[in-house]
């Protein structure tokens, strides 16, 4: 007998071992992780969301749908694909998606000049320094500075693909509108720690799928699997328990 399929999709500036923490825990036990390394030579949200539906369809169905769980970047994917394929998705588990809001100007507003920022510090400051800068931004002074030197000087080297990233996002045009009719269970998962602009996107995603639940987990920002990963594992095991996966 098959264990539940759990899929993980990995933001930007990262690849598979975001993740580590849930590949070498118990958890490995009870699901059967596949995580994924994002190609960077997709460039827009939907070739990315087609790239993951190949790899998460079965041939001749021989699996059932699985559960997946997207991280930032990794989230916006798995919502495109709980849209344009629910047949695939089980259920899926969204940790502070970085989607604009036409609904929400200031928010649309906020989310495009900080893409703007970024391209022009990769102009006038090289990639590594816009590299350093979305870190910082995305994770906070805080925990940027918690991290090991090693983690965070690999994580700015990603930054071409940190930049293939933006350019996805500024032209992905969120369907609010149609969301509304998808019938994929979801959760959306954001932390308390986290800059003030993933949880209106949250807000905004919660408005469009009434369905979905909205956990906020204290002490912990927008890297909050690695952060909070007991807490992570108990939402996990639960929702899989909620959509008959498990």
């Not at 079965?58 to 919502?79: D, K, Y």
């Not at 495109?80 to 998705?89: H, I, K, M, N, S």
């Not at 391209?119 to 006038?124: L, T």
């Not at 940027?144 to 930049?163: G, T, V």
Request: charged share 25%; hydrophobic share 45%; glycine share 6%.
């Amino acid at each position: 007998m098959h264990r539940p399929r759990v899929v993980l999709v990995h933001g930007s500036a990262t690849d598979h071992t975001t993740w580590s923490i849930q590949l070498g825990s118990s958890l490995k036990d009870r699901f059967d992780f596949v995580a994924r390394d994002r190609d960077f030579s997709r460039t827009s949200v939907a070739e990315h969301a087609a790239d993951l539906a190949a790899s998460v369809e079965t041939p001749a169905r021989t699996r059932p749908p699985a559960l997946v769980v997207g991280s930032s970047f990794g989230a916006v994917i798995v919502l495109e694909l709980a849209r344009t394929r629910p047949d695939l998705v089980a259920g899926a588990i969204l940790i502070e998606p970085p989607m604009r809001s036409a609904d929400d100007p200031a928010l649309d507003s906020a989310q495009r000049e900080f893409h703007a920022e970024l391209e022009r510090r990769v102009a006038c400051d090289g990639g590594l320094a816009m590299g350093e800068f979305f870190l910082q931004s995305v994770l906070g002074t805080e925990a940027y500075a918690r991290i090991p030197l090693a983690f965070r000087e690999r994580s700015a080297q990603r930054w071409a693909d940190i930049l293939s990233d933006s350019r996805s996002l500024v032209a992905y045009e969120p369907r609010y509108a149609e969301l509304r009719t998808c019938t994929v269970p979801m959760m959306l998962l954001g932390g308390a720690r986290s800059a003030p602009i993933f949880g209106r996107t949250l807000e905004a995603l919660a408005q469009a799928l009434p369905d979905a639940e909205t956990v906020t987990i204290p002490n912990a920002g927008h890297m909050l699997h690695a952060e909070a990963p007991r807490r992570f594992a108990e939402l996990l095991i639960g929702f899989a328990v909620e959509t008959g996966i498990e």
